[in-house]
């Protein structure tokens, strides 16, 4: 199984402050994307990295990818009380699993204001 | 761009019952589509993959005669849940991607079904 884990697994700070989550995943990828889950809701994308790609911008979101240890970390600048959500990351391998998406487990961030 | 629509929102229904919800790709054509269950505070888990004028392709463990996939159209699939059950009770994500670009996977907003 290619499931990927994240951690942490719920992380809690004050508005202003950075967030930064972590996800690994255990085989060969195309590209790693993360999503934002609000509560009850779809998700939403944030940001596609490739397997050649070490690191993207997005807004106040940057996402690294590490593939010699196969983990990415997205990394959310300032956080909002609007940032308050559920945050999965997703990888991808056309060879080995054609067009599914295998999701993390997730990281629960809530941003107090 | 890029809207992926799911209907409905939420059905609550009778045991012994089966539900159709759908998903449509609004604004694109979709020639895959994928129905995701998701338990509370957990992960996405797939359950099959939609391809349009062919048949599903279900993941291991679910079963095929209780989730019927229909993906008629390039923007729209079906799954009903037949003979509903209270622990089929669950939020069901559909995703498409697109025929063209970059192979992103778009999200609908979820279906949460509850069975009584």
């Known amino acids: 199984s290619q499931q990927g884990e994240e951690d942490p697994q719920a992380l809690s700070i004050q508005e202003g402050e950075n967030a930064t989550m972590n996800c690994s995943y255990k085989?060969?990828?195309?590209?790693l994307q993360w999503y934002r889950q609000n509560s009850g809701r779809g998700l939403v994308h944030l940001i596609l990295?490739?397997?050649?790609?070490r690191e993207k911008h997005s807004g106040r979101l940057r996402v690294t990818l590490d593939t010699s240890k196969k983990s990415s970390s997205l990394l959310i600048t300032a956080s909002r009380a609007a940032d308050t959500a559920s945050y999965f990351c997703?990888?991808?391998?056309?060879?080995?699993?054609?067009?599914?998406?295998?999701f993390g487990a997730g990281t629960i961030l809530r941003v107090k204001s | 761009g890029a809207v992926v629509s799911q209907h409905p929102s939420w059905v609550i229904c009778k045991s012994g019952t089966s539900v159709k919800i759908e998903c449509r790709s609004l604004d694109f054509q979709a020639t895959t589509m994928f129905w995701y269950r998701q338990f509370p505070k957990q992960s996405l888990m797939l359950m099959a993959t939609s391809n349009e004028g062919s048949k599903a392709t279900y993941e291991q463990g679910v079963e095929k005669d209780k989730f019927l996939i229909n993906h008629a159209s390039l923007t729209l699939s079906t799954l009903t849940v037949t003979s509903a059950h209270p622990e089929d009770s669950s939020f069901y994500i559909c995703s498409a991607k697109a025929t063209s670009g970059s192979g992103t996977q778009y999200f609908g907003p979820g279906t949460r079904l509850t069975v009584l």
């Open positions: 085989t060969s990828i195309n590209n």
């Open positions: 997703a990888t991808d391998n056309l060879r080995e699993y054609g067009n599914k998406l295998v």
């Open positions: 990295i490739r397997s050649n790609e």
